[in-house]
Nanobody, 125 residues
Framework: VQLQAYGGGLVQPGGSLRLSCAASGSIFNINNMAWYRQAPGKQRELVARITSRGGISYADYYADSVKDRFTISKDINKNTVHLQMRGLKHEDTAVYYC????????????????WGQGTLVTVSS
């Protein structure tokens, strides 16, 4: 299983950026996908999470610092998650990591954590 994240870059304060992450490989079911971020000198933190149940996906977590500015979404019937970021601030500068909690088998499989490589978001004028 691989998670490929892309979309990071340099943006001015107040600007927008969209991150995407595609999960590929032998995947039976994904319980949730999320975006984490890690700023220099800080611990990695959960930014947003989207959970899937019975074919329906819904965002069930946003960090307080990004509420009303970031939106997480998932393509229908695809293992791709997006993070639309608006009103970016200097403090949003970080390496953003894609995460998935999934199982590779219908029967007898275990649920495991998977991480993508980070994508750097820099908010600067």
């Amino acid at each position: 299983v691989q998670l490929q994240a892309y979309g990071g870059g340099l943006v001015q304060p107040g600007g927008s950026l969209r991150l995407s992450c595609a999960a590929s490989g032998s995947i039976f079911n994904i319980n949730n996908m999320a975006w984490y971020r890690q700023a220099p000198g800080k611990q990695r933190e959960l930014v947003a999470r989207i959970t899937s149940r019975g074919g329906i996906s819904y965002a069930d977590y946003y960090a307080d610092s990004v509420k009303d500015r970031f939106t997480i979404s998932k393509d229908i019937n695809k293992n791709t998650v997006h993070l639309q970021m608006r009103g970016l601030k200097h403090e949003d500068t970080a390496v953003y990591y894609c995460y998935a909690y999934l199982t590779q088998r219908r029967y007898g499989g275990t649920w495991s954590d998977y991480w993508g490589q980070g994508t750097l978001v820099t908010v600067s004028s």
